[in-house]
């Protein structure tokens, strides 16, 4: 008995031991808003022992009495607790200033920074409130490596800018990345720059493969500002800018441009066009008929920009709503243009079943209108570059006071008559979800979105007198057109996803499954009408016999499903799996569906034992593989032929309409695939200084391109084939350093980033080449379009040629009867009459013979080197924020108007720097060649034209001021922040004198409208 008690009361102290020891722990935590954070991970100290927060914030533990609880989540302070004998424990998280950028958004979902295994960048985006930015676009610039940006027009409406992730991937078709808003694919003309919170890059093939065929060109991933738990907030910015071109070609004075037009004749043996009389008469304005005309200052002035945003934002434990509104309004610098944009944008979220149970909805859009002349822009500025200065704008006033505009200054006259084209487009973006987490770690979602696009288009030419002459003598008038055009483009989707995360014991794991369906209808209605009898945009005032009307639609669906696996050992080893399937409408039912799998891994090295006494260090080494495909190609029905109904057939002698193929299908064309590798290491130190180092080998095989077929054969266009190959190989450098943040003392942050970049096309297929223009070619070995043309080897100067009387040096030089020596490969068949001062070139095939054989590569279109840098200053309440950002190796092709004198046999000008340094008898440059009036000469096309176009660039400097607390308090606001900031106030650059080097890279020939620089004056204010 005395045993058997013995035994009992040995049994219940080990049994309240035990008790003792394991106790149920639950709680909430918050962050300093009272607001529930969802999946904070808690973890038993000392053990893998640990669980997630729900939807709510709610979270509960098996833990040993005693022990202490770590609560950890990204971008808020660590926090331990004691765990004692109470078993509910609630934690209010606060913010970790040095930490914020820990959250990463990626493909349906969002990741901790430090267990990413992919190539993912983000964006900082705490200097954009104070730059007069025009696109979303913008705001890429100069911040991520490996991404490059090219404004593409400083022109209103026409500035969304161009944007590649680790360069060139397919030979004709879109290399675009894909941009997804809020889980929608978009543009980042969708968003107005201010709702964006935040910005993800994804650049390397296993970050990507979520995403299968639409990511082969990278994906820019947009998170938008969301409500929090709280009260009510308000914030309004708003600035005003004034804006100039970055550079404007200094054109020549009429009488220089006189002299230089006798001296190019003189150059061909053809008579003198001015007399000396009329250079006088020009050069002192003696005469009205002589006039000394600037295009440029005529056609181009300064433009404004008004810009203001107004968001609310309120939140509670069951509903939360934000809501933002933006306008923002340019004049353009040339004259007729200017655009105006209203953004909106909504969302409503709500919270049922004790937040296990979410449902949204979330409206956004914009409405812009764009004002141009009566022609494109691009017309107009290849009108100016065309024009010289002894043309006039409008004609001296006759008996009756009335004037003409000249055929050059009709675009002015055109407006004064409500001429010009009118561009309306709208976007309306709905979005609908439901979420639901049934039991714990398992979540549900379910969206819908709809994307309604359209576009009204609308060109009326009137009908007005222009002038002959600039005496207003016999004016003619020009005719009159009216075209109008609507589409519309729907883009609807269907995603369903499930995600399901656990912890056991030292193994985390976390998947996704998803079903995806995209559907796009497309149609197109255009019409034109001539010969109005008033100038009014009504079809019926036009000639009823001049009417035409046509109409295009298409359709495209793609179905997807795809999945992800996350795997974490010991917070140290990481790995990701992913793999999509696609089905597109694009091909053939034999090559409808592709797979795209990805394998990633990372080693968190600083969380060894090894590593602990360096607790300092942060280091994270990464690899991985995958495969990207790409259906975005220039046709919707490429496996199928296609056939028109607007042909016509002579039958007999009589012409009847009828239908015929005009495409030519081919049925085995399949995707586009991009394999690339990355190798990468993320490192941090004192967690002040952060460096990310990513090695990338990107491959495109299976290129679907356009191949040429007989014309015989009737096609408007060429089939496509897979026939190509091409490889993007380099490396991405990105450091950073924030300074300890110091109480009204000085802090500070600086960041760059540099990419190098090696691109070649490696197989066409069996083709040695493609070509873009006459121009731009793709060749095996070389580069993306490269420039093809003849290499110049200097200029011939007096001493290669001999002439009569044995090379008598009293004979004038025009009378010389100039023959070239022997020694000099023979160039008379491209280029007639050599002269000194004439393009030496290089002979390629050695058979002392200059013809279309000697062609080579001659540039490459694609910089090797991009970089960007930014530095943030604050001290008390001011603050300066500069950002740079510049390309290094970088060719550009320009052979247009304004460097070649005279092009075509036209009467254009060139610049005054060109005027200058062109090679004479006084001035033999080796470098410059003379001026002429030679059609030959004209169409040659040759390294002379390739020029340096890099440049590094200071893209915008800011100066802020915190009014401060104690007087924005009065105001009854929370912050108060005023700037003025400078956009493209300084480049360097030894590019074309009057230019701007950021450009696109096939744009060869035609002037462009240009860059533009900015001074803007605004606020921002928070309640």
């Avoid at 559907?519 to 036009?542: C, H, M, W």
């Amino acid at each position: 008995m005395k045993n058997t008690f013995f035994l009992i009361i040995i049994f219940l102290c080990y049994t309240n031991s035990m008790l003792a020891q394991e106790i149920l722990i639950s709680g909430i935590v918050k962050d300093s808003k009272s607001t529930p954070l969802p999946g904070v991970n808690i973890l038993e100290e000392g053990t893998y022992n640990g669980t997630l927060t729900n939807f709510d914030g709610e979270y509960s533990l098996k833990v040993k009495e005693g022990s202490t609880l770590v609560f950890s989540y990204l971008g808020m302070e660590t926090q331990k607790f004691e765990v004692g004998k109470q078993k509910i424990i609630n934690i209010i998280l606060e913010e970790d200033v040095a930490n914020l950028d820990e959250i990463v958004v990626v493909g349906y979902g969002s990741q901790k920074k430090g267990n990413i295994t992919g190539a993912i960048s983000t964006v900082e985006l705490k200097d954009v409130k104070g730059r007069s930015l025009t696109s979303s676009s913008q705001v890429l610039q100069g911040k991520v490596a490996g991404v490059s940006v090219t404004q593409n027009s400083g022109s209103p409406g026409d500035d969304d800018a161009t944007i590649r992730i680790r360069g060139i991937s397919s030979i004709d078709n879109n290399n675009d990345p894909l941009v997804i808003i809020d889980d929608i694919e978009g543009s980042l003309s969708d968003v107005n720059p201010s709702d964006i919170e935040s910005i993800s890059v994804l650049k390397d093939a296993a970050s990507a493969s979520i995403y299968g065929s639409r990511a082969s060109a990278g994906v820019i991933i947009v998170k938008t500002k969301r409500a929090k738990n709280g009260s009510l907030s308000l914030e309004y910015n708003g600035f005003t800018s004034i804006q100039n071109a970055t550079k404007l070609p200094k054109t020549l004075d009429s009488w220089t441009h006189a002299e230089l037009t006798n001296e190019a004749l003189r150059n061909v043996g053809q008579n003198e066009q001015y007399t000396r009389e009329d250079i006088e008469l020009y050069k002192y304005g003696l005469d009205p008929t002589k006039p000394n005309t600037d295009w440029y200052s005529a056609f181009l002035g300064t433009g404004f920009i008004n810009n203001n945003f107004l968001s609310v934002k309120q939140g509670s434990e069951n509903f939360t709503f934000s809501g933002s509104v933006g306008y923002y309004n340019q004049d353009g610098i040339l004259k007729g243009t200017a655009s105006d944009k209203i953004t909106y944008r909504s969302r409503f979220d709500t919270y049922f079943l004790n937040r296990k149970l979410k449902v949204g909805v979330s409206l956004s859009g914009y409405d812009q209108n764009v004002q141009e002349l009566i022609s494109s822009t691009t017309t107009i500025m290849n009108t100016l570059a065309a024009t010289n200065s002894t043309t006039f704008v409008e004609s001296l006033p006759d008996e009756e006071g009335v004037s003409y505009y000249s055929g050059q200054g009709k675009y002015l006259g055109a407006k004064d008559f409500g001429g010009g084209i009118d561009r309306s487009n709208s976007s309306l973006i709905s979005q609908y979800y439901i979420q639901l987490e049934p039991i714990k770690n398992l979540e549900g979602k379910v969206s819908y979105s709809n994307n309604i696009f359209k576009n009204n288009y609308q060109r009326l030419v009137p009908e007005l007198f222009v002038s002959g002459n600039i005496l207003g003598e016999s004016p003619s008038l020009s005719d009159s057109s009216l075209e109008k055009s609507f589409s519309e483009t729907t883009n609807s989707s269907f995603i369903a996803t499930l995600n399901y995360s656990k912890w056991i014991n030292k193994h985390y794991f976390s998947t996704l499954f998803g079903y995806e369906r995209l559907e796009r209808i497309y149609n197109y209605d255009y019409a034109k009408v001539t010969d109005l009898s008033t100038n009014q945009p009504i079809f019926d005032f036009g000639d009823p016999n001049s009417h035409y009307v046509t109409s295009n639609a298409n359709e495209s669906s793609t179905i997807s499903y795809f999945g992800r696996l996350n795997y974490s050992y010991k917070y140290k080893y990481l790995l990701e799996l992913n793999i999509r399937r696609d089905g597109s409408s694009r091909f053939s039912p034999e090559n409808q569906w592709g797979n795209f799998p990805s394998l990633s891994a990372g080693w968190k090295i600083s969380e060894e034992k090894f590593m602990k006494s360096l607790d300092y260090l942060d280091l994270k080494f990464r690899g991985s593989w995958g495969k990207l495909g790409n259906q975005n190609i220039r046709s919707y029905y490429a496996a199928s032929d296609q056939m028109s109904g607007s042909e016509y057939y002579d039958f007999g002698g009589t012409v009847v309409p009828g239908r015929g193929i005009t495409v030519l299908a081919n049925p085995d064309i399949r995707w586009e695939t991009t394999e690339q590798i990355n190798i990468g290491f993320d490192l941090k130190l004192y967690n002040r200084l952060t460096a990310t180092v990513d090695f990338f080998d990107k491959k495109t095989y299976d290129i679907l391109a356009r191949v040429t077929v007989p014309s015989s054969l009737g096609i408007s266009e060429n089939p496509y084939q897979n026939i190509g190959d091409m490889t993007n190989k380099g490396f991405e450098l990105s450091l950073g350093y924030t300074s300890k943040q110091i109480e009204k003392g000085l802090n500070f942050s600086i960041n760059t980033n540099f990419s190098y970049l090696k691109n070649e096309v490696t197989d066409l297929g069996g083709l040695d080449f493609v070509n873009h223009s006459s121009v731009l070619r793709s060749q095996v070995g070389e580069s993306f379009s490269s420039f093809y043309g003849y290499k110049v080897d200097g200029i011939y100067q007096v001493s290669d040629f001999t002439w009569q009387n044995d090379s008598d040096p009293m004979v004038d030089h025009y009378d010389r009867d100039y023959q070239l020596k022997t020694e000099n490969p023979d160039p008379s068949g491209i280029m007639p009459r050599v002269w000194p001062g004439d393009e030496k070139f290089k002979d390629i095939d050695g058979n002392s013979i200059i013809d279309a054989d000697d062609k080579t590569i001659i540039g490459s279109s694609i910089p090797k080197f991009y970089y960007g840098a930014s530095i943030n200053l604050s001290y008390k309440n001011w603050g300066l924020n500069i950002i740079g950002q510049g390309v290094g190796e970088a060719q550009a092709y320009q052979s247009g108007y304004l460097l070649k004198f005279l092009k075509n046999g036209s009467n254009s000008s060139i610049t005054q720097s060109a005027a200058e340094n062109r090679w004479t008898f006084d001035n033999p440059s080796t470098t410059n060649r003379r001026v002429t009036k030679s059609l030959e000469r004209d169409k040659l096309e040759s390294d002379y034209y390739v020029h340096d176009a890099s440049y590094f660039r200071i893209k915008n400097v800011e100066i802020s001021y915190k009014i401060p607390a104690s007087l924005t308090s009065k105001l009854g606001a929370d912050s108060f922040r005023v700037f003025i900031s400078a956009e493209n106030i300084l480049t360097f650059t030894n590019y074309v004198d009057g230019f701007d080097p950021e450009r696109p890279y096939n744009n060869t020939n035609q002037p462009f409208h240009p860059q533009i620089s900015s001074l803007s004056l605004g606020l921002n204010l928070n309640f």
